[in-house]
């Protein structure tokens, strides 16, 4: 078990008086550095560093005295020109003030004069000698610089630095498909460019905390590197950001404009990440500690949604965000305060209820029962609120995954979410919420070849259209017409580890090894650097059948299912031959 620290330290106290505070103490987290860098081609007035990443420049100059020239940074050239159209906000010149913000939140209009912003500018004047020049105090999001002003400047002479927070690599996956490969390295330069000291959701236009984003991402993220340390500094940035009615904003730590992102921290999903966060890296690196200190904020937010549950036992209160970022032709066409999002709310009001209770269980066993209760009146009331039978895929996917539905409506939901599937032509139809959990609900339901069509499709929207169109991240949308660096769409990469390949953490010391091949795929491995030790599993069609190839860390055991036979072993390296 990993070790676990408070982080903070009680100021030593006087006889006779209570601590006044507390002192301020080094963070545990793993530090900032600077990785890998990159050497640009020039095209024009354009430098190409190959891979958007979130990072800064530095170059070496020699230009006229009083010579000036601008470094304009950017994720997309168009027309021959950096484009920052889709991560730039219209803000008032001088900064947002509240009476702005309220309009902007009621009406989304802006004042008359307004600046976009971020600018992502290096703007640098010559010295006449030879100048060397590096960014500090900021890093930008960007593939492309943008050479503005008369100057020659030799391409070889600029590098672009990835910085990222130094966590160590500890998942790998290869398949017969270059694209899918691809999509990983994406999904793992995503979360370079967005680990940086805090789960940010884009490193261009907010590099903000959003709560939601880590929390679809974590078991992704902890497939590809180790974030003990990183998560466990973060959770308490959650609890240092709690509310007293038990609330978080929706990104944390605070970030100046508490109006907007505190209405909607009670965001169904987002609001989540207090319970989902601590108990998901319980499971992955079993630290009971780390749990333990958590369980006051997430039993401060049970209390919360156990005062605003409708006696129905339905859940709405608050602003909501709903699934947020379908493909166009599925969205809400109401966002904001004035949208009601039942359907998702209460989803999560179960999956809160009966998740908090299962860590209540753990550390305070009196208390489950009344959360048991509460999940238990949410899945009654679900279905008042729910549409099975609907092409908007999320409407299915979530009951399905969050544990909503029984017997033959569940069956029947199965079912209509193939079908919704096969009418969207194998695309993917989901936003933030259901994304990560679209492939194993289809894997569940017995649809593996359904999962790997839909993997595999290339049409928009969809993960391999992305890296057709050349793109290095994922993409915020699957438009790709705002930021070309968000990790949470790239959240389908775990089915790639637990599925896919079939790793799967099931306590301390213990794995299920569960590989579900499918069609479109010749071989496919994976490798993780479990806490335990490293575990792979790997198969290959051969002339007769499929090969695998599995390798079990030393004190450890797992329990293998290949072929409708399951079997316990402890560690070593087994194949098995699957016949046709």
């Given at each position: 078990?990993?070790?676990?620290?408070t982080?903070?330290?009680?100021?030593?106290?006087?006889?006779?008086?209570?601590?006044?505070?507390v002192?301020l103490?080094?963070?545990?987290?793993?530090?900032?550095r600077e990785?890998?860098?990159?050497?640009p081609?020039q095209?024009?007035l354009i430098?190409d560093?190959?891979?958007?990443?979130?990072g800064?420049?530095?170059?070496?100059?020699?230009?006229?005295?009083g010579?000036?020239?601008t470094?304009?940074?950017?994720?997309?050239?168009?027309?021959g020109?950096v484009?920052?159209?889709?991560i730039?906000?219209?803000?008032?010149?001088?900064?947002?003030?509240q009476?702005?913000?309220?309009k902007?939140?009621?009406?989304?209009k802006?004042?008359?004069?307004t600046?976009?912003?971020?600018l992502?500018?290096?703007?640098f004047?010559?010295?006449?000698?030879t100048d060397?020049?590096k960014t500090?105090?900021s890093?930008f999001?960007f593939?492309?610089a943008e050479i503005?002003g008369?100057i020659?400047i030799?391409?070889?002479?600029i590098t672009a630095i990835?910085?990222?927070?130094d966590m160590?690599q500890t998942g790998?996956?290869h398949?017969?498909?270059?694209?899918?490969?691809r999509?990983?390295e994406?999904t793992?330069?995503?979360?370079?460019?967005?680990?940086l000291?805090?789960p940010?959701?884009?490193?261009?236009?907010?590099?903000?905390?959003?709560?939601g984003?880590?929390q679809?991402f974590?078991d992704t993220g902890a497939?590809l590197?180790?974030?003990?340390?990183?998560f466990?500094?973060?959770?308490?940035?959650?609890?240092?950001?709690?509310?007293?009615?038990?609330?978080?904003?929706?990104?944390?730590?605070?970030?100046g404009v508490?109006m907007?992102y505190?209405?909607?921290g009670?965001?169904a999903?987002?609001a989540d990440?207090?319970y989902?966060?601590?108990?998901?890296?319980?499971?992955?690196?079993g630290d009971r500690?780390t749990l333990?200190?958590?369980w006051?904020?997430?039993?401060?937010?049970?209390?919360?949604?156990?005062?605003n549950?409708e006696?129905?036992?339905?859940?709405?209160?608050?602003?909501h965000?709903?699934?947020?970022?379908?493909p166009?032709?599925?969205?809400?066409k109401?966002y904001?305060?004035?949208?009601k999002?039942?359907e998702e709310?209460t989803?999560?009001l179960?999956y809160?209820?009966?998740t908090?209770?299962?860590?209540?269980e753990?550390?305070?066993?009196?208390y489950a029962?009344r959360?048991?209760?509460a999940?238990?009146?949410a899945?009654k009331i679900?279905?008042?609120?729910?549409d099975?039978?609907?092409?908007?895929q999320?409407?299915l996917?979530?009951?399905?995954?969050l544990?909503?539905?029984?017997?033959?409506?569940?069956?029947?939901?199965?079912?209509?979410?193939k079908?919704?599937?096969?009418?969207?032509?194998?695309?993917?139809?989901t936003g933030?919420?259901?994304?990560?959990f679209?492939?194993?609900v289809?894997?569940?339901a017995?649809?593996?070849?359904?999962a790997?069509?839909?993997?595999?499709n290339?049409e928009k929207?969809?993960?391999?259209?992305e890296?057709?169109d050349g793109a290095?991240?994922i993409w915020?949308?699957?438009e790709?017409?705002?930021?070309?660096?968000h990790?949470?769409?790239?959240?389908?990469?775990q089915?790639l580890?637990?599925?896919?390949?079939?790793?799967?953490i099931?306590?301390e010391?213990?794995?299920?090894?569960?590989?579900?091949?499918?069609?479109?795929?010749?071989?496919a491995?994976?490798?993780y650097?479990?806490?335990?030790?490293?575990?792979?599993?790997a198969?290959?069609?051969?002339?007769?059948?499929i090969?695998?190839?599995i390798?079990?860390?030393?004190?450890?055991?797992?329990?293998?299912?290949?072929?409708?036979?399951a079997?316990?072993v402890?560690?070593?390296?087994?194949?098995y031959?699957?016949?046709y």
């Amino acid at each position: 078990m990993l070790p676990s620290y408070t982080g903070r330290a009680k100021v030593a106290k006087e006889p006779g008086q209570e601590p006044k505070g507390v002192k301020l103490c080094a963070s545990d987290n793993v530090p900032v550095r600077e990785h890998e860098r990159f050497i640009p081609t020039q095209n024009g007035l354009i430098l190409d560093f190959g891979q958007n990443i979130a990072g800064y420049v530095e170059f070496t100059v020699k230009g006229q005295p009083g010579q000036g020239f601008t470094l304009r940074m950017g994720e997309v050239v168009k027309d021959g020109h950096v484009d920052l159209s889709g991560i730039q906000e219209q803000e008032p010149i001088g900064g947002w003030k509240q009476a702005a913000m309220l309009k902007k939140l009621l009406t989304g209009k802006t004042p008359r004069e307004t600046v976009g912003t971020p600018l992502q500018e290096i703007r640098f004047t010559c010295s006449g000698g030879t100048d060397h020049y590096k960014t500090s105090f900021s890093v930008f999001g960007f593939r492309y610089a943008e050479i503005i002003g008369d100057i020659d400047i030799d391409p070889s002479a600029i590098t672009a630095i990835a910085v990222y927070s130094d966590m160590e690599q500890t998942g790998r996956f290869h398949c017969s498909d270059e694209r899918v490969n691809r999509l990983l390295e994406n999904t793992l330069w995503s979360m370079k460019g967005n680990f940086l000291d805090i789960p940010t959701d884009c490193p261009t236009r907010e590099r903000l905390g959003w709560i939601g984003d880590a929390q679809v991402f974590f078991d992704t993220g902890a497939y590809l590197c180790d974030t003990a340390a990183f998560f466990r500094k973060w959770l308490r940035d959650l609890e240092d950001g709690q509310y007293k009615n038990g609330l978080l904003s929706a990104v944390v730590p605070y970030e100046g404009v508490e109006m907007m992102y505190k209405s909607t921290g009670s965001s169904a999903g987002w609001a989540d990440a207090v319970y989902l966060i601590p108990w998901r890296y319980y499971l992955r690196y079993g630290d009971r500690e780390t749990l333990k200190s958590c369980w006051p904020m997430i039993r401060k937010f049970a209390e919360y949604l156990l005062k605003n549950i409708e006696k129905d036992g339905h859940y709405e209160k608050g602003v909501h965000l709903g699934e947020w970022l379908e493909p166009e032709e599925f969205r809400d066409k109401v966002y904001g305060a004035r949208a009601k999002h039942t359907e998702e709310c209460t989803a999560y009001l179960y999956y809160a209820m009966d998740t908090m209770a299962k860590i209540a269980e753990l550390l305070e066993p009196d208390y489950a029962a009344r959360l048991r209760q509460a999940a238990k009146k949410a899945k009654k009331i679900y279905p008042k609120y729910a549409d099975l039978d609907t092409d908007r895929q999320a409407k299915l996917v979530r009951p399905l995954a969050l544990g909503l539905l029984d017997g033959e409506t569940k069956k029947n939901a199965q079912a209509r979410l193939k079908k919704a599937v096969e009418n969207y032509n194998y695309r993917v139809g989901t936003g933030f919420l259901s994304t990560p959990f679209l492939l194993p609900v289809l894997t569940e339901a017995g649809e593996t070849d359904t999962a790997y069509r839909m993997l595999l499709n290339t049409e928009k929207p969809g993960w391999l259209a992305e890296v057709l169109d050349g793109a290095t991240t994922i993409w915020e949308n699957w438009e790709g017409n705002l930021s070309q660096n968000h990790y949470s769409p790239g959240a389908v990469c775990q089915w790639l580890f637990d599925t896919c390949a079939g790793i799967r953490i099931t306590g301390e010391r213990s794995f299920r090894i569960l590989p579900a091949p499918g069609p479109g795929l010749d071989h496919a491995s994976a490798e993780y650097l479990s806490p335990y030790g490293p575990v792979s599993s790997a198969w290959k069609r051969t002339e007769n059948g499929i090969l695998y190839t599995i390798t079990i860390p030393a004190n450890c055991t797992a329990e293998i299912r290949i072929g409708g036979r399951a079997e316990t072993v402890t560690a070593e390296v087994y194949e098995y031959d699957e016949q046709y």
